[in-house]
């Protein structure tokens, strides 16, 4: 395994660090005095749209999708830029149009779209000009189970009727969200993995009924605009609308979140690093009992803990992405698994140190890491939850036991 960068990664890396600094850095004070005198809560503040037509310029947009669609980036080369946006997660993803569920509602439609699916929806979000959902969880059933959905998605001649409640559907809060990815089951009656199908709903169809938006630790998100509470009573959508084809929701979901998952553990070592580097300067600048914070034993105890965390951390994501390009998601499966788990734990905990470390002003607006710690506790169960990857992985290590 060879993780050097090698000369378009740190050609992209310079670009971006200097966009960094120049400009997503500077922007967030402004981004939060506009979230605060926004009319719509989730309307996404305008210094995005400034900042998107900066990053464009420069080349730095759909760095996330490999292919002709996007950057033409590996997993490998793509993990040293996506931590860097993590630094700034609620401006870095969205200027660069690199932000969630649209990367992954991108990368579906790209795997799995017809061309019909892909002119009408995958273009104008590449573009940047529309936003999206995906819709999966379900309020009335423990969605980390898959088959446990019960949206019922049924043919009816040349359309198919949705039926169903969701809640934390990322990105459908937003006014600029025009189109649902919908995960339902077809046939209930089918293998259990052979159940689900997803279609395209549009946010305007007759029967959508949005109640209401969810709050993250009574944060309303800024940059993809929010989670919501929907209901679909009766929607129809023509039968074109389908993805793939009925029973393949299982597999598009597979394939959806595998991506995702390194995404986000790639973003949270820069969480990481943010909140660790604003813990450094904290404590270093505070003097308590007559010295520096910072000569507290319990404190370096910290730093020099948070260092070793984010190291192995990284050689781990590192290690992954190098497995997704070289034997796929499914050879990498394991250790997809493994930073799903592993990313959210190490960054809720350096993330927690800051907090602690910065005093009342940890738990406060003046300073970035509570903001990045209701991102990092999210994870833990976003994408699946911890529990559901650590039963996985244990009894795929199980197996190697088993007699035969």
Known sequence: MDFAFDARTEELRGQLTEFMDSHIYPSEPIFEEQLEKRENPWEQPPIID????????RGLWNLFLP??????????QYAPLAELTGRSPELAPAALNCAAPDTGNMEVLTMFGTPAQKEQWLQPLLEGEIRSAFCMTEPDVASSDAS??????????NEYVINGRKWWSSGAMSPRCKIFIVMGKTDPSSHRHRQQSMILVPRDAPGVNIKRGMHVFGYTDGSHGGHAEIEFTDVRVPVQNIISGE??????????????????AMRLIGMSERALEAMC??????????????????????IADSRIKIEQLRLLVLKTAWLMDTVGNKGAHTEIQAIKVAAPSVATWIIDRAIQAHGGGGVSQDFPVAALYAHARTLHLADGPDEVHKRSLAHRELRKYETR
């Not at 400034?50 to 310029?57: T, V």
């Not at 292919?67 to 490998?76: A, D, I, M, S, Y």
């Not at 904290?282 to 105890?301: D, H, L, M, N, P």
């Open 247 to 264: 029973g393949d929701g299982f597999a598009i979901a597979q394939a959806r979140l595998g991506p995702g998952r390194i995404h986000h």
């Open 148 to 157: 446990n959905i019960s949206t019922r998605i049924e043919r009816d001649g």
């Open 50 to 57: 400034d900042l998107k037509q900066e990053a464009r310029s």
């Open 281 to 302: 300067r904290r404590v270093t600048s505070r003097v308590a009992f007559g010295k520096s914070i910072a000569e507290q034993g319990v404190v370096q105890e910290w």
């Open 67 to 76: 292919g002709e669609h996007g950057g033409g980036l590996t997993n490998l």
